[in-house]
Nanobody
Framework: QVLLVESGGGLVQAGGSLRLSCTAS????????MGWYRQASGKQRELVAT???????NYADSIKGRFTLSRDITKNTLYLQTNSLKPEDTAVYYC?????????WGQGTQVTVSS
């Protein structure tokens, strides 16, 4: 049983920042990779950023230069630092992880950016 719990979402003005957290129920190095996806109301879920166990990252073009992934191994936590937020970043942000047996999702955390 793999559990992922997101936190850190909220309401922020355009140009502001939030740090989203994803805490796993086991060592994050047991996953092959982790990442963040988001889904805006009425839209498809889209990739935001991923990181492999070895540290290779992939960022969506829409957020490059504004969002950054980082990891705290001792806390079993993956972070997404979101800067220069825009109203179009408003969405539910979901943590994702995968290993040899499956693909896992958190419950999501709401990010709302006001103009």
């Amino acid at each position: 049983q793999v559990l992922l719990v997101e936190s850190g979402g909220g309401l922020v003005q355009a140009g502001g920042s939030l740090r989203l957290s994803c805490t796993a129920s086991r060592s994050i190095f047991r996953f092959n990779g982790m990442g963040w996806y988001r889904q805006a109301s009425g839209k498809q879920r889209e990739l935001v950023a991923t990181i492999t166990k070895g540290g290779n990252t992939n960022y969506a073009d829409s957020i490059k230069g504004r969002f950054t992934l980082s990891r705290d191994i001792t806390k079993n936590t993956l972070y997404l630092q979101t800067n220069s937020l825009k109203p179009e970043d408003t969405a539910v942000y979901y943590c994702n992880a995968w290993d040899d047996l499956g693909n896992y999702w958190g419950q999501g955390t709401q990010v709302t950016v006001s103009s």
